[in-house]
């Protein structure tokens, strides 16, 4: 019922760009905060950035801040994640994650996510 799918992953160069985007259904959009977590082999799923609903409040971990950029666009039901200036270190699977009715700020956790994505691969070579 709930259906989550990511795109734009690939292979860059370190200091190359890409645009991940998550599409959704209608009514999973205008009711979630939407996050994007990373998880490398061998290691747990991180926090990446977030956006909520209705008041924005986007959220980045440390690693990634200065240098990638979510945004929504709910005429199209899709969340993204630009990502500038990426490293060998931001070789992961991204997934997309929404927290149904989440309102004000949204979590860095994986356990305050409702629903996920599978993943799309991003290989950065140095």
């Known amino acids: 019922q709930v259906q989550l799918v990511e795109s734009g992953g690939g292979l860059v160069q370190a200091g190359g760009s890409l645009r991940l985007s998550c599409t959704t259904s209608?009514?999973?959009?205008?009711?979630?905060?939407m996050g994007w977590f990373s998880q490398a082999p061998g290691k747990e799923r991180e926090f990446v950035a977030a956006?909520?609903?209705?008041?924005?409040?986007?959220r980045y971990a440390d690693s990634v801040k200065g240098r990638f950029t979510i945004s929504r666009d709910n005429a199209k039901n899709t969340t993204y994640l630009q990502m500038n200036s990426l490293r060998p270190e931001d070789t992961a699977v991204y997934y997309c994650?929404?927290?149904?009715?989440?309102?004000?700020?949204?979590?860095?956790?994986?356990?305050?996510?409702?629903?996920w994505g599978k993943g799309t691969q991003v290989t950065v070579s140095s």
């Open positions: 956006i909520s609903w209705s008041l924005g409040y986007p």
């Open positions: 209608e009514r999973t959009f205008r009711r979630a905060a």
């Open positions: 994650a929404a927290a149904l009715g989440r309102l004000g700020v949204p979590g860095s956790r994986t356990d305050d996510y409702d629903y």
